[in-house]
């Protein structure tokens, strides 16, 4: 999945992307004989809302994303409606609704009870959407990319849970977002946890030629210097 993130100004650009895609053809035509088709899914986003952008076998679809948030198949609006079958999950102690049977939580934090925990693409866009729906963060974008990498950690693909053929396995290569006011791009690696960042404004942005940033891809363990007994 694909997510892109614009600052729109006196039109916004969610829906000059909407009048843009309208005209848009789709072709089967790979990006090199390497990398075959993939079944991708866009989400395109102003500080105002998203939308959801599919195309299928029948066509090329936009959607209104009320959640914010969007995995791969089955298409977008069976996975907004299976939100449905999790009406009762909440962030607060679960309630008794089952019987008059003496049912009641046994121990402190069982809040989402009942959220899916498997790691198909339909369980991750239910997991995502209540976890940003419910997240709280702070006012600074320190805190909020810092939340942004929480709400993304619940998730994500570990190396041997999901195994996609013999010895292979779903992992989560990277995870990125983007200050589209600031220009600055954080990520994280599979193999680096540490959040680092490109500010794109230190580049030159009428450059002819791309600009390349090697990705930080070994695991940076913080060790202090010194230690305190108390």
Not at 24 to 52: E, K, Y
Not at 84 to 110: C, E, H, I, Q, W
Not at 116 to 144: I, K
Request: hydrophobic letters at 35%.
């Amino acid at each position: 999945e694909i997510g892109v993130r614009l600052v729109g100004s006196e039109m916004c650009i969610r829906d000059r992307a909407r009048t843009m895609l309208e005209r848009l053809n789709v072709t089967d035509i790979p990006f090199s004989a390497g990398m075959p088709l993939a079944q991708l899914h866009w989400l395109i986003a102003d500080r105002n809302g998203c939308i959801t952008l599919e195309s299928t076998q029948d066509g090329l679809h936009i959607y209104d994303n009320p959640v914010g948030v969007l995995t791969n198949n089955p298409p977008f609006p069976m996975q907004l409606f299976s939100l449905n079958n999790y009406v009762n999950v909440s962030a607060k102690p679960p309630v008794n609704r089952f019987s008059a049977l003496p049912l009641d939580t046994y121990s402190r934090g069982m809040g989402a009870l009942g959220l899916p925990g498997d790691l198909s693409s339909s369980s991750r866009f239910v997991r995502v959407a209540f976890t940003r729906a419910n997240a709280v963060s702070g006012s600074s974008e320190t805190e909020s990319v810092s939340q942004f990498f929480h709400i993304l950690g619940a998730v994500e693909q570990v190396r041997g849970c999901c195994e996609v053929a013999p010895g292979k396995h779903e992992i989560t290569l990277y995870t990125s977002c983007c200050s589209a006011q600031r220009g600055i791009y954080y990520y994280t690696t599979y193999e680096n946890r540490r959040i680092s960042a490109v500010d794109m404004h230190r580049c030159d942005l009428d450059a002819a030629a791309l600009v390349r940033f090697a990705p930080r891809t070994e695991e940076d363990v913080f060790y202090p210097v010194s230690y305190t007994h108390l």
